[in-house]
């Protein structure tokens, strides 16, 4: 399982919408006959590269896959079927496929008669593939919510001005971790009051190729020359105010298994209220403004003790000197 679980991890293989998954293949005696991994949506499985290489020795054999075989057509046909008939005679995966679309795989394989096993190294497994396996098994993608801040909390001054808060190294910084993601988030206002574009942009601030969604909640109407709507990148306005609803919708119907939420206040304040944070990063800067907007609205929080509490995760200086912005991660206290 560990070779399995080294080969899903393979350099180069795109990230999403499919899982990283590796396979191996063992003779009765244990020696490896085939193995193989996926190298991202529209190509085979892992268990169909690993069966290639072994060809007839696939018979009798042994698969050890960190995920449970598909069950269903996609862009590909069912790994459970391919193993049945290749003859293989005993399938052990770490991971079970929370995807209700291919999971039941093992089920088809016990039904015909293969031995099966399940949970080996699953922490690992779950740990190479973390947003795919939080999107479906919370039928909504995992929340990144990111935010510049100065030192006192405020991430506007008094007359609305927020350019630049945070520092250029730590802008850089956050298309590496936008880039990480499948989804840009924001609200209306966002959009009418500082018109982003919502784009991972390289070092030369160019977009890069490949981008992720950008999503526009909110009833209001946007007009239709800001930033957002260029042609770097696809983008839906979702006219709702409902965070859950929103990211149902994401789900569902768009396929996304990892928003990064750069919201402003009031949109940011609902996420909290509704409980779908899961992660938090922060760039504080080394600057005061004692007035402005607060990074996050009324939370209705009336008491110290009622506090919404975080555990901090990651500390990192990003940039040097004034230029110096301290990178917080962290998600939300568990109990
Ligand atoms: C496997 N082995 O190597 C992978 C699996 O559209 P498709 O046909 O590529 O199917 C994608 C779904 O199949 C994906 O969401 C996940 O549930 C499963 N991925 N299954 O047996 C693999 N990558
Ligand atoms: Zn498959």
């Not at 054999?61 to 598909?70: I, K, R, Y």
């Not at 005679?89 to 096993?117: C, F, Y």
């Amino acid at each position: 399982m560990l070779r399995a679980l080294q080969l899903a991890a393979s350099p180069g293989v795109p990230l999403g919408p499919n899982p990283r998954v590796g396979c191996v293949l063992l003779a009765p005696d244990g020696t490896i006959v085939g193995e193989g991994y996926h190298h991202g949506a529209g190509n085979p499985h892992a268990e169909i590269e690993a069966l290639k290489v072994a060809g007839d020795l696939a018979r009798g054999a042994t698969a050890v896959v960190t995920l449970e075989p598909c069950n269903h057509t996609g862009r590909t046909g069912p790994c459970s079927e391919a193993l049945i008939e290749a003859g293989v005679a005993k399938v052990v995966v770490a991971q079970r496929d929370a995807n209700p679309i291919a999971e039941g795989g093992l089920d088809t394989l016990a039904a015909a008669g293969v031995e099966v096993g399940h949970g080996l190294m699953a922490d690992e497994a779950r740990a190479l593939n973390p947003a795919f396996t939080f999107a479906h098994e919370h039928a909504r993608p995992y929340v990144t919510w990111k935010f510049a801040t100065t030192l006192d909390g405020r991430s506007a001054a008094a007359d609305g001005t927020s350019r630049w808060v945070s520092s250029p190294a730590a802008r850089r910084d956050t298309h590496l971790l936008r880039a990480l993601c499948d989804t840009m988030l924001v609200g209306t206002n966002t959009v009418e009051v500082d018109d982003p574009q919502l784009t991972v942009r390289g070092p030369d601030d160019r977009p890069l190729a490949h981008q992720p969604l950008r999503v526009v909640m909110g009833e209001r109407d946007l007009d239709p020359d800001r930033r957002v709507f260029d042609t770097a990148a696809e983008t839906l306005h979702l006219r709702t105010r409902d965070p859950l609803e929103a990211l149902t919708s994401l789900y569902r119907e768009h396929g996304r298994h990892h928003v990064f939420f750069e919201g402003g206040p009031t949109l940011a304040a609902a996420f909290l209220s509704a409980g779908v944070v899961d992660e938090v990063v922060t760039y504080v800067a080394p600057m005061l403004l004692g007035s402005g907007t607060a990074a996050v609205g009324d939370l209705g929080i009336p008491t110290i003790s009622d506090a919404l509490r975080l555990e901090i995760t990651d500390v990192t200086v990003v940039g040097e000197g004034t230029e110096a912005n301290v990178r917080l991660k962290l998600q939300p206290a568990k109990g």
